[in-house]
C-alpha cells in the first residue's frame, strides 16, 4: 500500500502479515485454522473475522485505514474502523458494521467480478477456474455451481448492493490482464448503483477505471480522494462516475432498475454514517 499519501492527509494505516492469519493456499495453518478447524469454511472469511482483534478499544469509524502485510494484494480486508481492501473486502464491509468504507482492489471473480459476463475482459475468471486454481477461496457450498455458475441466486452487485448505505468504492485496472474490469466496471458497480441510488445514498459509491495492471499501488492514490470524502467529509472534484474507456454501463444486464418501485417519502431514514 502507498501508505504516505494516507497519513499526509491525516488518515493512520495499520499493516499486518495476513499469512500469520490465514495464508492464500490450500494448507489449514494460522490463527484462522486454529479457531475454525474441521469447519467447512472458507479462508477469505479471514476478512471478516479479523477486525474482531484488530478493532478492539477503537471508536467505530477512527479515520483508520487497514492493509494486510504482504502476498496476494486482492486477500486484504479492513476493520476495527473504516477501511477495507482486496477480494476479501466485500465480505468484510457487508458483515462488520465497523467498516464505513469498503475498498475493494483489482478483486475479480468472488470478489467483485461478475460471475456472468466473465468474458468481457481480462483472462476469462470464471468460477470454475477460479475454484480449479485456488479452490480455498470459498466453501463447497459455492463448488455446487461450478459448470452452471448462471443458476446462481446472487451475482456480485448483489454483494456490492448489500453494503449500502455503507460506503463502497471499486478499483480497476485497464490493463490488469487477469481480472474481468470491464465487467466489474460496466455491469457490477452501476447496477449496485441503481440501489444506492434508490436507497438516496448514490453518493456514497464510486469506482476508479485506472490505467495499469493488476494490485497497481497507483490504485490507493487514484481512491484516496473519494476516501477523504467518505472518511473526512472533505468536498472533491474527482468523477467517480466515470467509466472511463470502458464507455456506458451494459444496462442490458440489470433489466430490473426500469421496475425499481418508488420509495414512499419518509417510509425510511438512512443513517449515512
Known amino acids: 500500500m502507498q501508505n504516505q499519501p494516507y497519513l499526509q492527509a491525516g488518515i493512520a494505516v495499520v499493516e499486518f502479515d495476513y499469512t500469520a492469519v490465514a495464508p492464500d493456499r490450500n494448507a489449514k495453518t494460522g490463527a484462522f485454522w486454529a479457531l475454525y478447524n474441521g469447519r467447512d469454511i472458507a479462508p477469505h472469511t479471514r476478512d471478516r473475522r479479523r477486525p474482531d482483534g484488530l478493532g478492539l478499544g477503537l471508536p467505530p469509524h477512527a479515520g483508520r485505514a487497514e492493509r494486510d502485510g504482504g502476498g496476494d494484494r486482492r ?3 479492513g476493520g476495527g474502523g473504516v477501511l477495507a481492501a482486496g477480494q476479501g473486502g466485500p ?25 456472468r459476463y466473465a468474458s468481457l475482459s481480462g483472462q476469462g475468471e470464471t468460477l470454475e477456474n477460479s475454484k480449479s486454481g485456488a479452490p480455498w477461496w470459498s466453501s463447497s457450498g459455492l463448488g455446487r455451481f461450478v459448470d452452471h455458475a448462471s443458476s446462481l441466486p446472487f451475482d456480485a452487485h448483489t454483494i456490492a448492493a448489500a453494503l449500502a448505505p455503507r460506503a463502497l468504492v471499486i478499483d480497476q485496472g485497464t490493463a490488469d490482464p487477469f481480472v474481468n474490469s470491464k465487467g466489474t466496471s460496466v455491469v457490477v458497480y452501476p447496477a449496485a448503483k441503481r440501489v444506492y441510488e434508490w436507497l438516496g445514498v448514490g453518493d456514497r ?29 472533505q468536498t472533491i472534484s474527482k468523477n467517480y462516475d466515470n467509466l472511463g ?10 433489466p430490473w432498475v426500469t421496475a425499481t418501485p418508488k420509495v414512499p417519502s419518509g417510509w425510511w431514514t438512512i443513517q449515512r454514517t
Open 205 to 233: 459509491i464510486g469506482i476508479s477505471v485506472r490505467g495499469g495492471g493488476h494490485c497497481d499501488l497507483s490504485g490507493f492514490t487514484s481512491v484516496l480522494p473519494f476516501v477523504q470524502k467518505i472518511l473526512l467529509n
Open 91 to 115: 465480505g468484510a464491509g457487508l458483515f462488520d458494521p465497523w467498516i464505513a468504507l469498503t475498498m475493494p482492489m483489482s478483486s475479480g471473480v468472488q470478489g467483485l467480478g461478475p460471475y
Open 75 to 77: 486477500g486484504a480486508g
Open 245 to 254: 474507456s470502458y464507455g456506458s454501463p451494459m444496462t442490458a444486464a440489470f
